[in-house]
């Protein structure tokens, strides 16, 4: 059997059009299977929470309909990495499914995972912040400016407006323009590895799971799927102007020859500010002043992809 999480408010109504077309399917008719749909948010995490600890002998799949924002409280409810998790991208900006390369329409999607086709391992990224429990990411997490462009974007009225038309990432554009006159660098300790080094005038710390954020954008061009090591890129002491032009070429990856990026690996990380900071996790935001980030060495198994 399998159970369908649907978000209905995900992509203004894209998750809900989807799950509907579902249903009228041959395929959907033919399989065993039971449907929730989230009614707030949080909602997804205690669905899937109840749901792995039912220990359904004959569970073949959780299917997600949602976006970015959906995977992630899925991701954060399953209490069992065995239990298979297929997504139908239905949201705004879809970055996890561009990361593991889900690009077929609906139906196609839910053949592919009835047919038990294509399977991946894929490794969560885990977080501390300021001492809780641990939480884990499934794209990223970053501090600093892309945090308040996200919070920026998250409040502005454009958002919606931008993704209805499908040009979401322009509401990012727009929000970056906002933050930039009033953002002020921070001096951030970051611990790699056990080895402490402070950035002086640091702009912005991103540790990525793949290589999409904000809809579309490589914000860490050659970040692979793998257990264990995650990519860190800072970007630091650079003129307003100059992250203007940096943030236009986000979009080709080529942002990461400037000289004011830095592209590290670890396993671990530990960022420590002396006051509060934004931080942004899979698009959602917050504030904190110290973060340790790992990575998962068990993976969970995505299906929907194409191969
Ligand atoms: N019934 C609901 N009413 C309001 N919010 C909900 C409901 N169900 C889920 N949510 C919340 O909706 C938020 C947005 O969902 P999601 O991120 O999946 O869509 P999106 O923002 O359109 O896509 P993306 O993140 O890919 O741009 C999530 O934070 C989730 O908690």
Redesign the pocket.
């Known amino acids: 059997m399998y159970i369908f999480i649907i ?6 109504g ?2 809900k059009r989807i799950f509907k077309k579902i249903q009228k399917s041959k395929l959907y008719q033919n399989i065993t299977s039971d449907y929730y ?9 205690e669905i899937v929470r109840f749901v792995s600890n039912q220990n359904l002998v004959n569970l073949k799949a959780i299917i997600v309909i ?8 899925v991701m954060n409810g399953l209490q069992d990495p065995t239990i298979p998790v297929a997504f139908i ?9 561009r990361g593991l390369l889900i690009k077929r329409d609906p139906i196609t999607i839910l053949k592919h995972i009835v047919q038990n086709k294509f399977k991946k391992p894929y490794w969560l990224g885990n977080y501390w912040v300021d001492g809780t429990h641990r939480k884990s990411f499934v794209n990223s997490i970053g501090f600093g400016f892309d945090a308040e462009i996200a919070k920026q974007a998250n409040q502005s009225w454009y958002k919606k407006v931008f ?1 209805y038309l499908h040009i ?1 990432t322009l509401s990012y554009v727009i929000a970056l323009i906002h933050v930039l006159f009033r953002f002020k660098p921070f001096t951030v300790d970051l611990e790699v590895d056990g080895e402490v080094r402070t950035i002086n005038e640091c702009w912005m710390v991103t540790i990525a799971n793949h290589a999409f954020y904000g ?1 579309g954008m490589k914000i860490i061009p050659g970040a692979t799927i793998q257990p264990r090591r995650f990519p860190v890129l800072v970007i630091h002491q650079i003129s307003k102007w100059k992250i203007l032009g940096l943030f236009l070429t986000v979009f080709t990856g080529k942002h990461i020859g400037f000289k004011e990026v830095d592209l590290l690996e670890a396993t671990k990380i530990k960022i420590s500010t002396s006051h509060n900071i934004e931080y942004q996790v ?3 935001t917050n504030q904190c002043q110290t973060c340790t980030i790992t990575k998962n060495s068990e993976s969970v198994q995505i299906m929907g992809m194409d191969n």
């Open positions: 978000n209905v408010v995900a992509g203004n894209r998750g749909i989230t009614e707030y948010e949080g909602h997804a995490e949602g976006g970015d924002g959906t995977i992630y409280e991208p239905g949201g705004s900006g879809n970055d996890f499914a993704n979401g809809g899979d698009g959602q």
